[in-house]
């Protein structure tokens, strides 16, 4: 049997694809107050702003290509059982052909109604922007299927559960600074090792971390020579 080897990613990951990350210098929270573009109540105050930053994020999205990180993770799965938990709202892990992504903080490509948060739409790519006044079956606005702050994070419990049962636990691309996501390395067993692919250093819970110091890309790399 292969062993299980869980891989939780942030926005480091799609960096080398050219998707801005959050907290590095000239990171989108640098330009963009998250209390107004990514809170319930910055969508209250001013649901077209934040549809707005949404619907760029989208089209910068459409333009973007995996990168050689996410390619080489698919190509671990000749030798491992790779399951995927991403922060991220990108789909460049599905495009890439990983076979097991969970998202934890929603997807870009989804729509969702205000009203029955079990109405989520596939956007189509060809007409990806959501507008004020864009309704769900039954009549209510659609809003991006984001997990914002201050919201309850849905698939924490199935990430949890995933978590636990790792082989080999690694962490890329996340300055871990949110949590619930980045309390999922409370979940890992003692003894499963665990590694860190990030360019910079990260402060975490453990301190046992084999600290890959690379891109995500080059770093995958690594990992995969250090774990064949
Ligand atoms: N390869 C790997 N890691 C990289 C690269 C790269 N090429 N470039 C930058 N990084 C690292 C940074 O060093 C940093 O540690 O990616 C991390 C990005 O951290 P954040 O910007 O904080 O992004 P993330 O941890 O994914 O944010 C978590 O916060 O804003 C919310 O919901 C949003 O999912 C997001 C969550």
Same mark, same amino acid.
Request: hydrophobic residues 40%.
């Given at each position: 049997?292969k062993?299980? #080897? ?18 590095d210098?000239?990171?989108l ?11 319930p109540?910055?969508?209250e ?8 930053f949404?619907?760029m994020? +989208? +089209?910068?999205?459409? &333009? ?8 080489? =993770? ?10 995927i938990?991403?922060?991220?709202i990108?789909?460049?892990h ?7 992504? =969970?998202h ?10 205000t *009203?029955d ?8 790519p ?8 864009? #309704?769900?079956?039954? *009549?209510?606005? @659609? ?5 914002w702050?201050?919201?309850a994070?849905p ?27 980045? *309390? @999922? =390395?409370?979940?890992?067993?003692k ?11 990260v ?6 971390i084999?600290?890959? &110091?690379?891109?995500?890309?080059? *770093?995958?790399?690594? #990992?995969?020579? #250090?774990?064949?």
């Amino acid at each position: 049997m292969k062993k299980k #080897l869980v891989v939780l990613t942030g926005a480091g990951m799609s960096a080398e694809s050219g998707i801005a990350t959050f907290r590095d210098s000239g990171g989108l929270w640098e330009k963009y107050p998250v209390e107004q573009v990514a809170t319930p109540e910055g969508f209250e105050a001013d649901p077209e702003l934040v549809l707005n930053f949404y619907n760029m994020r +989208r +089209r910068e999205l459409l &333009k973007a290509e995996p990168n050689a990180g996410h390619r080489e =993770l698919v190509e671990m799965e000749k030798d491992f059982d790779v399951q995927i938990i991403t922060q991220n709202i990108d789909n460049l892990h599905e495009r890439a052909g990983s076979s097991h992504v =969970l998202h934890l903080h929603g997807e870009l490509m989804k729509a969702r109604s205000t *009203g029955d948060p079990s109405l989520i739409y596939d956007i189509d790519p060809a007409n990806c922007d959501i507008h004020l006044g864009d #309704l769900c079956e039954i *009549g209510f606005q @659609l809003r991006p299927h984001i997990v914002w702050f201050g919201e309850a994070v849905p698939m924490i419990q199935v990430a949890e559960e995933i978590t636990h049962s790792a082989d080999i636990f690694v962490i890329i691309g996340t300055s871990m600074n949110v949590y619930p996501a980045a *309390g @999922l =390395l409370n979940d890992v067993r003692k003894k499963v090792p665990v590694y860190l692919i990030d360019p910079k250093d990260v402060h975490t819970t453990r301190y046992d971390i084999h600290h890959i &110091k690379k891109g995500a890309s080059e *770093g995958v790399k690594v #990992l995969r020579e #250090l774990l064949q």
